[in-house]
């Protein structure tokens, strides 16, 4: 299968800790991106690194990207009850396509 | 700016019976790709349509059709429908160079 693999495929906090999501992926890549999906419903995208870039923050998050071990991390610091979702990394190969290879998802339950 | 818009949000059907679910892309957009996202399977791609022309393909039965008009609308019709076809169907807009993507809520499509 060309899905990405993502670990752990569940974790609960407790608001206020930081949670790690990591991914992993099988082909070279043009970017990687991270989304997340609440209770079965559309996929809000949180945040893009390209090959060439190796960490990116937005707000709360943080993704860093090593291409040599084709893996990726998100970091969701001071978690929120809101943060309650599913998280999936995707990865697309080129510019010119909108194909995107997903990973299997981490389920994070963060508790008040 | 107006999101994706996927219709219908729920769908019935019967196996045997076709079904033909709407996406409307973020204006200015030329790029739609479909995904079918079950609990087995994860989220798979299905394909990709840029200016009215298929881009790429997954691997899917023929069953699984798509096309897009010429205002970027897309359209993808399951022929003789099967209970496996049951999922959350997704489309997603961007303006067609592997980034910038927007999602739709998705159509859950139950077949019986």
């Known amino acids: 299968s060309q899905q990405g693999e993502e670990d752990p495929q569940a974790l609960s906090i407790q608001e206020g800790e930081n949670a790690t999501m990591n991914c992993s992926y099988k082909?070279?890549?043009?970017?990687l991106q991270w989304y997340r999906q609440n209770s079965g419903r559309g996929l809000v995208h949180l945040i893009l690194?390209?090959?060439?870039?190796r960490e990116k923050h937005s707000g709360r998050l943080r993704v860093t990207l090593d291409t040599s071990k084709k893996s990726s991390s998100l970091l969701i610091t001071a978690s929120r009850a809101a943060d309650t979702a599913s998280y999936f990394c995707?990865?697309?190969?080129?510019?010119?396509?909108?194909?995107?290879?997903f990973g299997t998802g981490t389920r994070l339950q963060v508790f008040p | 700016k107006a999101g994706v818009t996927q219709t219908p949000r729920y769908l019935i059907k019967t196996r045997g019976q076709q079904v033909t679910l709407s996406c409307s892309p973020i204006?200015?957009?030329?790029?739609v790709s479909w995904y079918q996202q079950t609990p087995g399977q994860g989220l798979q791609f299905l394909f990709e349509?840029?200016?009215?022309?298929?881009?790429n393909k997954g691997n899917f039965p023929g069953r699984f059709s798509g096309r897009q008009f010429s205002n970027s609308r897309s359209e993808m019709n399951v022929s003789t429908l099967e209970l496996g076809d049951s999922a959350l169907y997704l489309c997603?807009?961007?303006?067609?160079?592997?980034?910038?993507?927007?999602f739709g809520s998705g159509t859950r499509l139950t077949v019986v």
């Open positions: 995707a990865t697309s190969r080129s510019y010119n396509t909108d194909k995107l290879i």
């Open positions: 082909t070279s890549i043009n970017n």
């Open positions: 690194i390209r090959s060439n870039e």
């Open positions: 204006s200015g957009h030329r790029s």
């Open positions: 349509y840029f200016s009215e022309t298929q881009r």
């Open positions: 997603a807009s961007s303006p067609g160079q592997g980034d910038g993507y927007t």
